[in-house]
């Protein structure tokens, strides 16, 4: 038995935030691993009343666990060995791999944390851990190295404030002249900000062409770790981007990206991939929890081995390490084992 600062099992949820707390709880647990069978039984306490039909409740209880191990097959499948997690060799347990974490894997704890802060169906004693600027400023870190990924190239974080401590023209013209397409203009427009921070803008990425030439494979992204990132959308900001800023502009297509911790899920009626097209139409692609991890790591990789690239804050990968170490420690001190 386990007391950890996790709310009660959310049976109400949907299967990927069920998951989700099935992760936190294993995490915690005294031995990393905790088994299926602890879910059943909250299942089955809930379920059994007096006028229930046992068998019937046997099989509800059978169907609910069928869905958690789907969500973690799929999750498996996705991410491969950036997965923290895995089956004990007769699927009965699930097991955190603590002294077994890569880069990706790391991204996916760093992203369970800060997924669900203040998040109450999880969390009902959420103070172990904070997540202040700096922690979110290290999410945009993740996504510019995933962008690096998705594109195989260059990846710069331009989000406010720059790491760098670069005005905003001076940074966009450092980036655009090694894109080589499109150019910053020289003197800004009448009427726009006069001090302008990101224009909403996060990351700028794209694969270099081997003629050096417009058209490749361009990203401008922007990264939401808070709970409103349903609400923004980088598509409505890239032609005002283009228009106010750069002349010309550039001739390749922009493609609007979307960087999220979380994971994506259906409401009713609806797979997740309904879901994502309904949400892709509005906010651009968008880049969860679920694909991150794998994404960074290659792009990790890339800024590593191909010294011809600009992958920024490769140096950031250290401090998220730091990051979720001292979490993982605060959140196990946190619990109590009998």
């Not at 294993?26 to 009343?49: C, I, M, P, Q």
Request: hydrophobic share 40%; with cysteine.
């Amino acid at each position: 038995m386990i007391e950890t600062p996790l709310a009660m099992l959310p049976l109400d949820s949907k299967s990927q935030e069920i998951c989700d707390w099935f992760e936190l709880y294993t995490l915690s647990s005294e031995y990393y691993a905790a088994g299926f069978h602890e879910l059943a039984r909250v299942w089955d306490k809930r379920n059994n009343t007096e006028s229930a039909d046992s068998e019937e409740n046997a099989t509800d209880a059978q169907d609910f666990l069928e869905e958690i191990y789907q969500e973690i097959r799929n999750r498996i499948e996705l991410l491969g060995e950036c997965y923290p997690f895995r089956f004990s060799e007769n699927n009965q347990e699930l097991i955190f791999l603590n002294d077994d974490l890569n880069d990706g894997s790391k991204i996916y704890v760093f992203c369970l944390f800060i997924s669900h802060t203040n998040n109450k169906v999880i969390f009902d004693k959420p103070s172990f851990y904070v997540i202040n600027n700096r922690v979110r400023d290290l999410f945009q870190a993740c996504a510019t190295w995933a962008a690096a990924g998705l594109v195989d190239g260059h990846s710069y974080s331009f989000g406010f404030p720059r790491p760098d401590q670069t005005g905003f023209l001076e940074k966009l013209a450092i980036i655009y002249q090694r894109f080589g397409d499109g150019k910053v203009m020289d003197e800004p427009l009448p009427g726009v900000s006069k001090s302008p921070k990101d224009e909403e803008i996060d990351i700028i990425s794209w694969h270099p062409r081997a003629d050096l030439a417009p058209g490749t494979y361009y990203i401008l992204g922007q990264v939401a770790s808070g709970k409103n990132w349903i609400d923004k959308s980088i598509k409505g900001a890239i032609e005002g981007f283009h228009g106010n800023w750069l002349s010309p502009i550039p001739a390749s297509t922009p493609i609007s990206a979307m960087f999220i911790p979380f994971i994506i899920e259906p409401v009713k009626n609806e797979n997740i991939s309904d879901r994502l097209g309904v949400l892709t139409r509005r906010l651009g692609h968008i880049y969860h929890r679920l694909l991150i991890p794998v994404l960074a790591r290659k792009g990790l990789e890339l800024g590593r081995s191909r010294k011809n690239l600009v992958i920024e804050r490769i140096e950031d990968a250290a401090e998220i390490s730091n990051w979720i170490e001292k979490v993982i420690s605060d959140f196990r001190e946190a619990c109590v084992y009998s």
